[in-house]
């Protein structure tokens, strides 16, 4: 049984299609996170599984009964906001209590699931509080206790971290995998940070334009992106593109002299589509040692920054730009040419003209 | 520059507004309390000390007894009306539909216009021999005959309440539409998502929201009615047999009809007091909801 089944979901603003038919199945306590750029689709998506937007068309099912039409009260899903949409004018015990209190349970179960829930959300001492009284990490808290509170099917999460500070979205996102690790629970997460998406989720569903560009295990969508564009949106510094034309088993870079061998099994393909884009992780990319032979690439030095960990360097190869994640003690002089050197494993290589994987 | 020289400037430049206030209010109200102390007539005698007499008389007296609950009527049946149908008009003006930009103008058409033409368009509603309103009730068969609105007793404080919700419950809307603007989209989608039916959710979730506005309305609205003149003036007068002859008609009455200055201005300085106290109470009650939110 899956916990909630997406068929063909449609959306339709007048003549601008939002969503163009979304096909998705999630198992019991999959943490599925939709990831893309803003006006991807992905929060009406999440409206649309909480019945807060209704579809143009296709259906959605959770715990295989459809839902489609029902009231976002009566399909078992509870609903975490960017914003928190704490009741003001409550105290934080009612807020977490007040889907039960709508549900007509009785005060005295009310009491002991809102302690409950507060002592695994360790906000116990703020149960008396108004909204107004709390930080914003703690704001986020009850917002999560009142999800927690009714033991849904289903949680949403429409970008639960993005009004917090670094510091503590990291707390929280860590917060966030242990209560999934902890209660098992089924949820959607949708967010526009790739790390957010990268950690918590056990899939990622990257979205573009209303469509599900790769839906697959965080792992799979950083090491085997489909498409050019789930390439370059998730990693940071992004995967570097360089536009090529393949011959004889290698990539020309465009606007150069340098080539990069393509392992054999790639030949076929790339052969057809002629026209390709080589994508290198930054860190794919070393220091060729010099008088060893080895293939690489020539590219000017630009800029070199150090954030701690690691060197980033950005430089330019013809007229495209290539940066680079070397470690911090590397040689490297602003304005040098430089040659670096590609493992052949961390290649991927995309058809440039339907950005598809090759 | 020293705190003394800010000070003085500061006064300096509220002189002249200072003068003009002391003019047209202060000494207008000191006449008055001096006034309300003689027996003086409009015109001819300046009058004589007759110390409390004229509040004893006053108060005494039925007809301000009566214009007291006459006045109370008025304002807790027309307050109370426009704050509920302006509260509704605003939750349904709220909803996305199409025309509603246009619907919101129009909402505010009776409130911008002229209170003297309000009132002339309902004496014209009412109109015992053409009037609309008989016209539509006989048509439909609600009433056999035609009946004067304003004429009876019994009908025409009915009557004045009403056009006098017309006119005003707008006022109301308006601001209960702006706070209803004001209450996130997230937080309704949170109680939707919660479990609040539509009922819940108005009581819990936007009424809150609406509280504090809603009191401001409530606070201008019966301060103005308590002090409401004009739209009973040009219906009815303060008639058909007093019925409808308010605190502010009374004192207009006591002073100007019968030319007894000194009683009447007894009887505007109650009615000021009243007006104040009602201030006051309201006042301290914004400040207490403005601190629990």
Known sequence: MSALELVDIRKRYGNIETLKGIDLSLADGEFLVLLGSSGCGKSTLLNIIAGLAEATGGDVRIGDRSVTGIHPKNRDIAMVFQSYALYPNMSVARNIGFGLEMRKVSEADRNVAVQKTARILQIENLLARKPSELSGGQRQRVAIGRALVRDPQIFLFDEPLSNLDAKLRMEMRTELKRLHQMLGTTIVYVTHDQIEAMTLATRIAVMRDGQIEQLAAPDEIYNRPATRYVASFVGSPPMNMLDSTFSDGFAHIDGTLSSIPLPAHLHKAAAEARNITVGVRPEGLTLAQVGVTNFGIDAKIEVVELTGPELVVTATIGTQRLTASLPPRSQVTVGAMQRFAIDPDALHVFDKLTEKRI | ?293
């Open chain 2, 1 to 293: 520059m020293t705190n003394n020289w800010i000070t003085t400037r500061a006064w300096l430049l509220m002189l002249p507004l200072l003068v003009v206030m002391i003019a047209v209010i202060g000494w207008p109200l000191i006449d008055t309390i001096r006034l309300s102390f003689t027996d003086a007539k409009l015109v001819g005698t300046q009058g004589s000390f007759v110390g409390l007499d004229n509040y004893v008389k006053v108060l005494s007296g039925s007809n301000f007894q009566r214009s007291l609950l006459t006045t109370f009527w008025f304002a807790v049946l027309s307050v109370s009306a426009e704050m509920v149908i302006g509260v509704l008009a605003a939750l349904l003006l709220n909803q996305r539909f199409y025309g509603r930009s246009v619907l919101r103008a129009l909402m505010i058409l009776p409130w911008a216009l002229p209170t003297v033409v309000n009132a002339t368009l309902w004496r014209l509603i009412y109109n015992p021999e053409y009037g609309a309103l008989n016209a539509l009730l006989v048509q439909i068969g609600m009433l056999d005959s035609y009946r004067s609105w304003l004429g009876e007793p019994g009908t025409a404080l009915a009557s004045l309440i009403l056009a006098d919700c017309w006119k005003n419950f707008p006022l109301v809307a308006l601001i209960a539409l702006a706070a209803l603007q004001a209450v996130p989209r997230d937080i309704t989608a949170a109680s939707m998502v919660d479990g609040a039916g539509v009922w819940s959710r108005f009581r819990f979730v936007t009424l809150p929201y609406l509280a504090g506005p809603l009191m401001v309305a409530l606070v201008l609205r019966t301060i103005e009615a308590f002090k409401v003149f004009d739209i009973i003036w040009v219906m009815t007068r303060g008639g058909p047999a007093n019925s409808t002859r308010t605190l502010s008609i009374l004192v207009y009455q006591e002073a100007f009809s019968f030319q007894r200055a000194g009683s009447g201005a007894s009887l505007a300085l109650i009615v000021t007091l009243l007006v104040t106290v009602l201030a006051v109470a309201y006042a301290a009650l914004i400040r207490k909801t403005a601190g629990a939110s």
